[in-house]
C-alpha cells in the first residue's frame, strides 16, 4: 500500500505495520497448515477421516444451524415466496433423500428404490435450485439470470445420465460449498483477506492434484469400516483412481470443510459469542424467543448423542449420519444463493 | 434358460444353430430422457437468448446435434428390434420341432 509516510500519525503507521504482520503470519500459517494436512491425509487416509467425523461432524453442523440462524429474518414480508419455496422443497427433499438412501442402504426392508427415482430425485433437486435462483433475480435489484433454466436442464440431463456419478458429485462439492459461504464474508468484512482467501483456493485446487498424480499406494486396511469409507469417496464409480486417494482427497476438502465452518466463519461473521443469540433476528419475535434457544439445545445434544453413537458403533452411525447430513446440504442452498448474489 | 443345452436336448444331439439373440445393446430409456433436457435446454437457450445472435446459433447447432443424435439413437434401436424379430421369424420356419418359444424364452433370458 503505497500511503505517504509524512501524512501518517505514529500510532496509524504502527498499526499498518501490525496488519502487515498479521497479513504475513496468516499466509505462513495458512502455508504450513495446507502442506501438513496435505500430508497428513495423504500418509493416513482412511485414520484421518475417521477422526475428522467423529470430532467434527456434529459441532460443525451445531455451528452452521447457529450462523444460518443469524441469515434468517424474523418477518419474511416480500421473501415470503423465496423462503416458503426454500423451506417446502429442503423438508420435503430431505425426507425423500433419506428414504432412496435407507432403502438402498438395506435398512428398509421390502422396498428397493431403482436408478429412476434416484434421478427423478435430482431433477427435483436442480428444479428446485433453478426455481430459487429465478426467485432471487426477481427481487430489487432485478438480474437477468434467465440463462439458470438451460444450464439446469443441461445439468439435468447429466444426472439422468449418470445417476450415481451425480450424486458422487454432490458428495464432493458439498464441501466446497464452505469457500462459496466465505467469501461475500471476506468481501465485505475484510476485503484484504481477499488475496489469502483466492491463494487458499489455489492451494486447494493444487493440493486435489497432488493427491491425484502422486503415486500412492493402493493398499487399504480390510474392515467394515475402511471399505464404508472407500465405498462413500467413490472407489467404485471411479475405479481409474484408487480408492486410497480418493479417500484422501475426500478427507482433505471435508477437514478445510470443518475448519471454515468452526473456525474461519464465526471469526468472520460474529459480532458477539454464539451463545448469546442476539444476532439472530428470529428470537425477536414472540415464538423465537423460546423456540431458537430450544432448538439450539437439542442441538448440543444431539452432538452429544452422535460422539456416544460413534463411540459405540463408528460404521452405523457414520452411514446414519450421513444418510441424514443431507439435510443440512440441502438447508445451505438457499442461504447460499441469497449471500452469493 | 441355459438355451444350448435345451435346442440339444430336442435335437438328440445332433446340433440346431443357436436362435438369434435379442439386441442386448438396446439404447436405455435414461438416454432418452436425456436427450429430452438436451434438446429442452437448447430450446430454452433459443428462446431465451433469441437477441443474442452468437449464443442462439451455437445453441441452433446444439438442438440439430443433440436431435440428430436422438434421432439415430431411436432408429438404430428400432432397427436392431426389427432385425432381431425377423431373424426370430427365419429362425422358427427353419426349426419347426422346437415346442418352445423361443422369443419368449430369449427374453427371459435377457
Redesign the interface.
Known amino acids: 500500500m503505497s500511503v505517504p509516510q509524512a501524512s501518517l500519525t505514529g500510532t496509524r503507521v504502527e498499526e499498518l505495520a501490525i496488519d502487515a504482520t498479521s497479513y504475513r503470519t496468516v499466509h505462513v500459517l495458512l502455508a504450513v497448515g495446507f502442506s501438513l494436512l496435505l500430508l497428513l491425509v495423504a500418509a493416513l487416509p482412511i485414520e484421518v477421516s475417521i477422526a475428522a467425523v467423529f470430532l467434527f461432524a456434529g459441532p460443525h453442523n451445531w455451528i452452521e444451524a447457529r450462523l444460518l440462524l443469524d441469515r434468517m429474518p424474523s418477518r419474511w414480508g416480500k421473501y415470503r415466496l423465496y423462503y416458503t419455496v426454500s423451506l417446502l422443497g429442503s423438508v420435503s427433499l430431505a425426507a425423500t433423500a433419506v428414504v432412496i438412501a435407507l432403502s438402498s442402504q438395506g435398512y428398509l426392508v421390502g422396498l428397493t428404490v431403482p436408478?429412476f427415482i434416484m434421478?427423478c430425485w435430482h431433477t427435483t433437486l436442480i428444479a428446485w435450485i433453478v426455481g430459487l435462483v429465478l426467485l432471487r433475480s426477481q427481487e430489487q435489484p432485478a438480474r437477468d439470470w434467465?440463462?439458470a433454466?438451460?444450464?439446469g436442464?443441461?445439468i439435468?440431463?447429466?444426472a439422468?445420465?449418470w445417476?450415481a456419478q451425480f450424486s458422487l458429485a454432490l458428495v464432493y462439492l458439498h464441501p466446497l460449498a464452505a469457500w462459496a459461504f466465505a467469501y461475500p464474508e471476506v468481501v465485505r468484512k475484510h476485503p484484504k483477506w481477499l488475496g489469502a482467501y483466492w491463494q487458499s483456493v489455489c492451494a486447494v485446487a493444487i493440493s486435489v492434484l497432488l493427491l491425484l498424480i502422486i503415486p500412492v499406494e493402493n493398499q487399504m486396511s480390510d474392515g467394515t469400516v475402511a471399505s464404508q469409507i472407500v465405498q462413500h469417496a467413490g472407489a467404485s464409480l471411479i475405479p481409474a483412481i484408487g480408492g486410497r486417494a480418493l479417500v484422501a482427497i475426500h478427507a482433505y476438502l471435508e477437514i478445510l470443510h470443518y475448519i471454515i465452518w468452526l473456525v474461519a466463519m464465526p471469526a468472520l461473521t460474529l459480532r458477539a459469542p454464539l451463545w448469546t443469540l442476539k444476532s439472530a433476528p428470529l428470537t425477536r419475535t414472540s415464538w423465537g424467543r423460546k423456540t431458537v434457544p430450544a432448538v439450539l439445545l437439542t442441538g448440543v445434544f444431539a452432538v452429544v448423542v452422535l460422539w456416544i453413537a460413534f463411540s459405540l458403533n463408528y460404521s452405523v452411525t457414520r452411514e446414519l449420519y450421513f444418510t441424514l447430513a443431507i439435510t443440512h446440504v440441502l438447508a445451505e442452498i438457499p442461504f447460499l444463493i441469497r449471500r452469493v448474489t | 434358460m441355459n438355451w444350448p443345452l435345451i435346442i440339444a436336448d430336442i435335437s438328440g444331439g445332433g446340433g440346431l444353430r443357436m436362435p438369434p439373440q435379442p439386441p442386448n445393446g438396446s439404447v436405455p430409456y435414461e438416454l432418452y430422457v436425456a436427450m429430452g433436457f438436451l434438446l429442452s435446454a437448447a430450446i430454452a437457450t433459443c428462446v431465451l437468448f433469441r437477441r443474442r445472435i452468437a449464443v442462439r446459433n451455437a445453441a441452433i447447432i446444439g438442438l440439430i446435434v443433440v436431435g440428430l443424435i436422438t434421432l439415430i439413437a431411436i432408429g438404430s434401436d428400432f432397427g436392431r428390434q426389427a432385425a432381431w424379430e425377423q431373424s426370430m421369424e427365419r429362425y422358427k420356419q427353419e426349426n419347426p420341432n422346437i415346442q418352445r418359444d423361443p422369443v419368449t424364452d430369449s427374453k427371459d433370458q435377457r
Open positions: 436408478y434421478s434467465k440463462s433454466i438451460p444450464i436442464l443441461l439435468t440431463a447429466g439422468w445420465l445417476p
